[in-house]
């Protein structure tokens, strides 16, 4: 009788020989390995090119990483795939092979065994279907209780779960979490397998996690709140959150972080759009009382400020776009070039659009940076007509 087995990566119907079976291990292990070396060594090198140029976007960042572990995975899987079959093309010449799994699709088993040329060719099933122990689903899905508008442009989403279904703060002043949303039309319930999804559905319609700041935790009453820019595209989360209501899930990863900011600065020039205004809100908040400082904050109009604690010591400046599209003002390096260069060690914060980033970068260049207290990176990207994955 032949010990024909059940591969795990595979639906019940195939059916593959032990060899067949080790051969498939053997694959799934190099493509896992693959993948996770092309993704340490990206991330490695991006990590540091971040950190001294600010060239990418956190959504970049994450784009050209999920690239290199694929690019790792098919890597090792091609040179799996030559070791292996070095190894074991003469004894898969003779077998016999009519109960080899046809992993293509084929049901030609005559023409599959006639090409012996290249048996493990046939042992190309498309990236990240082999069975590769899948990673737990890093989500907490909780309840939004309440909604509140802090402007026009900006929604406070205060949701909660009992435990907050496993969320631990990591107390980072810079705590964020990527926020999960799905098309509610497909009807997913979440956690997500956005891994798995990603085999299933094309491309815009995979769930999209995007970076937000973790505006603050409340362990007692198991709640969090994340303040959102809303914005007009339908499919991005920025929509979505203007359209969220009490009762919906919130889907958030566990908490991030990036920076280590230690807050020891004799000057602080505090800079952020909406976008990073939830950041620059919590640095006003942990700021010693008697620290000093300029905090310029990017909203839409005159209408859109509110109220920001912050130390006493600290000029807080609203600047108005006037009208001019979010990611489209220069009024916040405009600020920054006016303000008088401070004596001492000066700490700069900024979080915006990415070529306002830039340019407050070009313009701190030559301060005197205390750069544990510095931390200049972009939020987003202004892209129009285009949705980001
Ligand atoms: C560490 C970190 C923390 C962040 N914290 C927050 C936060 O607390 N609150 C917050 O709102 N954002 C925050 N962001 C920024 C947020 O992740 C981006 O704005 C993200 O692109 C929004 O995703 P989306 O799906 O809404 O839009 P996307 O699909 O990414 O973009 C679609 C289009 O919308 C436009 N767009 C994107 N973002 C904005 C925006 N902010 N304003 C106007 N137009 C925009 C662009 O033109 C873009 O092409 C943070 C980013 C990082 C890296």
């Known amino acids: 009788m032949s010990k024909h087995y059940k591969h795990r990566g595979y639906s019940a119907s195939f059916s593959v020989s032990p060899k067949e079976g080790l051969t498939l291990e053997i694959l799934a292990l190099a493509e896992k390995a693959g993948a996770k070396a092309g993704y340490a060594v990206a991330k490695e090198e991006l990590y540091r090119n971040i950190s001294s140029n600010q060239f990418l976007t956190e959504q970049e960042t994450d784009e050209l990483l999920a690239a290199a572990h694929r690019a790792g995975a098919a890597a090792a899987?091609?040179?799996?795939?030559?070791?292996?079959?070095?190894?074991l093309r003469t004894s898969f010449s003779h077998q016999h092979r009519s109960t080899a799994p046809d992993l293509l699709g084929s049901t030609d088993l005559e023409t599959s065994a006639a090409t012996h040329e290249e048996p493990l060719a046939k042992y190309s099933p498309p990236l990240g279907l082999l069975d590769t122990p899948r990673a737990t689903v890093d989500q907490h899905v909780l309840t939004i209780t309440r909604v509140e508008r802090l402007n026009n442009q900006?929604?406070?989403l205060i949701a909660g779960a009992p435990n907050l279904d496993g969320y631990r703060s990591n107390s980072a002043l810079d705590e964020y979490v990527k926020v999960f949303v799905a098309d509610p039309s497909l009807g997913l319930t979440p956690p997500y397998d956005v891994r798995a999804l990603r085999h299933r559905l094309p491309r815009e319609q995979v769930p999209r996690s995007?970076?937000?700041?973790?505006?603050?935790?409340?362990?007692?009453l198991n709640e969090l709140a994340i303040d959102f820019v809303v914005h007009g595209e339908p499919g991005t989360v920025g929509y979505w959150a203007s359209l969220a209501q009490p009762g919906d899930p919130l889907v958030i990863s566990s908490a991030r972080s990036k920076a280590s900011l230690s807050l020891t600065a004799d000057y602080y020039v505090l800079a952020a759009d909406e976008a990073g205004l939830p950041a620059i809100s919590k640095v006003l908040e942990a700021l010693p009382s008697d620290a000093e400082g300029t905090a310029l904050l990017?909203?839409?109009?005159?209408?859109?400020?509110?109220?920001?604690k912050h130390p006493e010591g600290f000029v807080i400046r609203w600047l108005s776009r006037d009208a001019v599209p979010a990611g489209k003002s220069n009024v916040l390096p405009l600020a920054l070039q006016s303000l008088p260069l401070p004596a001492g060690q000066v700490g700069v914060i900024a979080h915006a659009e990415r070529s306002?980033?830039?340019?407050?970068?070009?313009?701190?260049?030559?301060?005197?940076?205390?750069?544990?207290?510095?931390?200049?990176?972009?939020?987003?990207?202004?892209?129009?007509?285009?949705?980001?994955?």
Do not use: C, M, Q
């Open 210 to 220: 995007k970076s937000y700041t973790v505006r603050w935790v409340d362990p007692l």
């Open 356 to 389: 306002t980033i830039k340019a407050i970068n070009r313009i701190t260049e030559y301060w005197h940076l205390n750069k544990r207290s510095s931390h200049i990176s972009s939020y987003w990207t202004l892209r129009e007509g285009r949705l980001r994955r």
């Open 298 to 308: 990017e909203v839409a109009d005159d209408h859109a400020t509110f109220d920001v």
């Open 154 to 156: 900006l929604v406070r």
């Open 77 to 87: 899987l091609l040179a799996a795939r030559k070791v292996l079959e070095k190894t």
